[in-house]
């Protein structure tokens, strides 16, 4: 009890020493022909600043700032939202978390209201605090039922172990439970500032609705913050690195391939774009589909992209064979990279990438939603304004040598990381076997092993 | 909604599974609120959708149905071909054929060798091309910038009549599908809980068996299964086109009929279709899934689609699953037993199922949160909901459906969806506007008669450990 009163206390000063104020950014775009508003409030810094053994602090506070504020309990921000038709979530990547809102244009200004007060106002009670835990550590444990899900959070554990991408975005169970109502008023003073604070909205409203609102956001809020940046990653394997995440009873391999990859400021980007698109990046007559699955019938689904952000994560591949296909599968994959690497795309590969590409980069921006959302990834990684809308102007003056010397540069198949969610009894021999490494240097970890 | 990392509950349960549709569908009976409203203009039909967007309507000589919404804010369009026939027009021993014979679709034609329909429609940067199955139906949908409308219509007409299923293709192709069922049905819990609920619920309706099939029906599939199943439903009096986007509608119409007007129609009947008999007594079963957290299914046996109680039940799910503020997320989730709650009619052509579904928190049991679920239910049968709680599932119901019309895809699958289910989609636009006029009265009603419990089948799933170490004891 002591306790909760001290952290009250602490948590008032925070909020009245918010002098120093400036105006967030804000977007607009008017869109009348359906009766809704889209409202994205984004703060610069996620779950890669979530301080060590507090993975899960800044999604945690994010969700409780849902859970009340110093006039209205959870249950009264629910009704309200139910009553103004309005959804309202939080989504926190490992950059930056974000607050997402949908609302009946009829409503819009209620609706700012209480969401001024959400992010301007958090109550951060202990009992909520309490409630939310538990939730969110079965959600945290069913996710482990989920095969797709599993081999993600699992993979990004192993392959970025001690970074900040290691990470998971919605935190790890033995750390949530040791969370505090303290760590959450830390973590809500360093990123729910207006200095890294956006504003983006669109729909059926007009600009000046939202001038009280981001008046009321900027000078309520503190205007000091200390985000650390996400230091350089060192470790990544030198040679070829197996892991499985042992799971009983599976009759399906999920399999990831990953190697390092680029940032989204990296000039080779768009070069490595075209060249993914055709070796796996969503094309049904990609190299992946076409050897495994149309060829071989191996996967329901074969893929391959960038996780992208201000600094380079990982370019992956996707499958998902049955037991007995999985080695010749994962060494079939390999053999692509590396061949990729070597003879890179062919004319006419590059070509089908280079107009599809042009061609479907119109899906890129033709929603409202869509819009907001790229404005977003623009600001979040300081990328041009419109980089986007550019992207089938830039993709058009790529040559085929480009395309090429960036594969040469970038892929190294012999230094990847392989991650399986399998029954190691059932396949650790076998994947050794084919891929001419000895069993005792695969490495298998509990499924459920964070 | 309110929370990421929890959506895979409601994606599992209507997006995942979307080989099961659980679309929500209108009665067939009254017709006048939008029909009032219908006006003829050359040969369509033209009827209000939403917003500002009014829907056209044609019916070609040999009954393919053409539906076009004009929406130029983009220069883009979304076409879709919806086949009225899935999973509820196999037989048993052949589950499974009405997904697989989807997966055939985009196999070679006597015009386009084997990879060209995919190759063609990349190249035009075609965005979301792809197809699903359900139990009722089976669509095919892609987006494509406006210059393209040619090739779509060329590429879909030729499949619909063209199509080349050969040996060595099916057999590639069903290990494909194999794979998917593995990754859907196998190595998911809750793909393996959703089978059990159906296959325990219906007894001799093919709603029995999943949409995917049975491995060893798979197994034993020919392609000249395929062949018969294709030259029986895919017919034009059987199909849908819904094109959205950028397009002139007079010319749609123009190329269409040139492109589809010549394929004869086979006027195939659905077949005889083994009705289930009434359920009479509660059915149980236990699954034990690799997980440390229970779940629990609940399915009641509901009317078919074209009921009255269809848009009842929907405002039932908004009561105790949707929204911010339900029922049973107070009753289950803040009280600590449940971490997600959720609820849905499957509702169907033939009588379907509403379910409740519980992801229980680590060491909450799916008993207490049955009891805690019948009891809300017999709340509903008892007293009426108030006035302010009606109004909020009715708003939450209503900011759904724009949010489902905001793009042009979304608009394309529910004309698509309610014109198979129902013979016209105005239904859909009806259904809206009844569920707003739902009475507390006809919950009372309808909750009285269909959550009786001699009509509920349960699942309950418990990981195995725990289920290993109770079994020592």
């Known amino acids: ?376 990834i623009e600001k979040i990684y300081h990328l041009p304004d419109g980089y986007h809308r550019e992207f089938a102007s830039r993709i058009q003056k790529l040559t085929l040598d480009q395309a090429n010397q960036a594969l040469k540069d970038f892929l190294t198949p012999e230094r990847m990381m392989i991650g399986l969610v399998a029954t190691s009894s059932i396949s650790k021999a076998e994947i050794a076997k084919t891929l001419g490494m000895n069993e005792k240097d695969i490495e298998v970890q509990d499924y459920k092993s964070e | 909604m309110q929370n990421k990392i929890f959506s895979p509950l409601i994606a599992l349960f209507f997006g995942v599974l979307s080989l099961q549709s659980c679309a929500h569908h209108p009665e067939k009976k009254e017709t006048s609120t939008v029909n009032e409203k219908v006006v003829r203009e050359g040969r369509f039909d033209v009827i209000p959708l939403v917003g500002n967007f009014y829907a056209k309507r044609a019916i070609l000589d040999n009954g393919l149905k053409l539906i076009i919404v004009r929406d130029a804010s983009s220069p883009t369009f979304a076409y879709q071909t919806w086949f009225n026939v899935g999973s509820r027009n196999e037989i048993f021993g052949k589950t499974g054929l009405a997904h697989f014979f989807e997966h055939l679709m985009f196999k070679g034609t006597r015009s386009h060798k084997e990879g060209e329909f995919d190759a063609l429609l990349e190249q035009a940067g075609a965005e979301g091309l792809n197809a699903s199955t359900s139990t009722d139906h089976t669509d095919y949908v892609q987006e494509l910038p406006k210059e393209y409308l040619d090739l779509i219509i060329g590429l879909e007409s030729d499949r619909m009549v063209n199509l080349i299923v050969n040996d060595e293709s099916f057999k590639t192709e069903r290990d494909v599908v194999q794979n998917e069922r593995r990754f859907r049905r196998e190595n998911s819990a809750e793909g393996l809980i959703y089978e059990s609920l159906f296959e325990l619920a219906y007894k001799t309706h093919p709603y029995h068996w999943p949409v995917i099939g049975y491995e060893q029906d798979l197994n034993m599939m020919t392609s000249q299964d395929a062949r018969d199943f294709y030259e029986r439903y895919y017919s034009p009096d059987r199909a849908t086109i819904v094109v959205v986007g950028d397009v002139d509608e007079d010319k749609v119409l123009r190329k269409v009929e040139s492109a589809y007007g010549h394929i004869a129609a086979k006027h195939t009947p659905d077949g005889v279709i083994t009705p289930e008999p009434e359920q009479t007594a509660q059915r149980r079963k236990k699954e034990y899934i690799n997980s440390e957290v229970e779940k629990l299914w609940m399915g009641f046996k509901t009317p078919k689609y074209d009921s009255p109680e269809t848009a009842i039940f929907e405002v039932i799910q908004a009561v105790l699953t949707d929204g911010m503020n339900s029922r049973l997320d107070r009753a289950l989730v803040e009280s600590g037993i449940a971490a997600g709650v959720s609820s849905g009619s499957f509702a169907m052509k033939d009588p379907g199922l509403f379910s409740v579904i519980a992801d229980l928190q680590k060491g909450k049991t799916a008993g207490v949160a049955e009891a805690i679920i019948l009891r809300e239910l017999d709340r509903l049968k008892n007293t009426p909901i108030p006035d302010d709680e009606m109004k909020r599932a009715k708003n939450i119901i209503r900011f759904k459906f724009f949010e489902r019309m905001a793009t042009s895809n979304g608009k394309a699958h529910f004309i698509g969806d309610n014109d198979v289910m129902f013979g016209n989609f105005e239904q859909g636009i009806q259904f809206q506007n009844r569920i707003q006029n739902v009475t507390a009265e006809q919950i009372q009603e309808t909750a009285k008669t269909y959550f009786d419990t001699t009509k509920l089948t349960v699942i309950t799933a418990v990981p195995k450990k725990q289920t290993q170490t109770k079994d020592k004891k």
Request: no cysteine; hydrophobic share 40%.
């Open chain 1, 1 to 376: 009890m002591k306790s909760k009163n001290r952290l009250s206390l602490a948590f008032s000063l925070l909020l009245l020493s918010s002098v120093t104020a400036k105006a967030a950014e804000l977007f607009f775009e008017q869109d009348r022909a359906l009766p809704l508003v889209y409202i994205t409030v984004a703060f610069r810094g996620g779950s890669a600043q979530d301080p060590d053994h507090k993975n899960g602090v800044t999604d945690i506070m994010g969700k409780l700032m849902l859970r009340g504020t110093k006039s209205k309990t959870k249950n009264q921000i629910d009704i309200t939202l139910d009553q103004l038709g309005a959804n309202l979530g939080v989504e926190t990547h490992a950059e930056f978390v974000a607050l997402r809102a949908t609302v009946l244009s009829e409503n819009l200004k209620p609706f700012l209201s209480l969401l001024s007060e959400i992010i301007t106002s958090p109550s951060f009670r202990p009992q909520e605090l309490e409630k939310l835990k538990k939730e969110h550590v079965s959600n945290l444990l069913d996710e482990l039922g989920q095969d797709r899900d599993l081999i993600r959070l699992r993979f990004d554990q192993a392959y970025f172990k001690g970074h900040p991408f290691a990470k998971n975005n919605n935190g790890r169970v033995k750390d949530i439970q040791t969370l505090t109502v303290n760590d959450l008023s830390k973590q809500y003073s360093n990123l729910i500032n207006d200095a890294q604070m956006l504003v983006l909205t669109a729909g059926d409203a007009n600009e000046s609705d939202f001038k009280s609102f981001m008046n009321d956001i900027a000078v309520k809020r503190a205007d000091h913050f200390h985000i650390d940046s996400i230091p350089d990653f060192t470790n990544d394997p030198k040679k070829l690195r197996v892991v499985i995440f042992d799971k009983p009873e599976r009759t399906q391999t999920q399999v990831m391939i990953a190697q390092r990859g680029v940032a989204f400021n990296d000039p080779r980007l768009d070069a490595l774009q075209l060249a993914n698109y055709a070796f796996g990046g969503g094309s049904f007559q990609s190299r992946l589909m076409i050897e495994l699955r149309v060829k071989r019938g191996w996967t329901y689904g074969a893929g391959s992209g960038f996780k992208l952000g201000n600094q380079p994560h990982t370019w992956r591949i996707s499958f998902f064979p049955k037991n007995g296909d999985t080695p010749a599968a994962i060494k079939e994959a390999l053999r692509l990279v590396t061949e990729f690497r070597d003879r890179g795309l062919t004319q006419a590969e590059f070509d089908a990438a280079k107009t599809s590409l042009t061609n479907s980069a119109g899906f890129n921006y033709n929603t409202p939603s869509k819009r907001l959302e790229n404005n977003l």
